[in-house]
């Protein structure tokens, strides 16, 4: 799934989970790995009011406080983030502009990249999607997971 199709599929789970709310009434839904095909139709009802649904990849939970004095809608967390994927185009495009400001570097013995995840949700990596070792004129590739706590050598 895209990032466009992950918030797509946010915002319709939103809508019908969240419309009915009331001022100030406050709604929850929550990731379920679980084949719910399985359960038979008393034991899906149960899993639907616990508030529990199969959400897109990488959200956890949807948590909506309605309070109709705000004029716009807007976030409490002070963070959030969907995720996405670090696969090979992502990495490309960054080795890319790094490996052209190479050329510019007074001479060492080894040019290392560390790319940071961000300290913060909104620039968390979701699954780290890349076959090993990568191509690089750069002699080592670090990723650095802050969220983590890892750092993973792609090179």
């Not at 990249?113 to 090993?132: C, P, Q, R, T, W």
Request: proline share 3%.
């Amino acid at each position: 799934m895209s990032q466009k199709q992950i918030c797509e599929s946010v915002v319709k789970i939103c809508k019908r989970e969240f419309y009915q709310l009331k001022n100030y009434e406050m709604g929850e839904v929550t990731n379920i790995d679980f084949d719910l095909s399985t359960l038979d139709e008393f034991g899906k009802q149960l899993v639907a009011r616990k508030g529990y649904r199969k959400l897109p990849s990488g959200i956890e939970s949807i948590v909506v406080v309605r309070v109709n004095e705000t004029p716009e809608s807007w976030n409490s967390w002070s963070e959030g983030a969907i995720g996405i994927p670090f696969g090979h185009d992502h990495l490309k495009s960054i080795l890319d502009s790094k490996e052209q400001l190479l050329k510019k570097y007074q001479y060492c013995d080894e040019f290392w990249l560390v790319i940071k995840e961000g300290s913060y949700a909104a620039s968390y990596f979701g699954n780290i999607d890349l076959k090993l070792p990568i191509v690089s004129d750069l002699d080592k590739v670090f990723l650095l997971r802050s969220s983590e706590g890892e750092i993973i050598e792609f090179k």
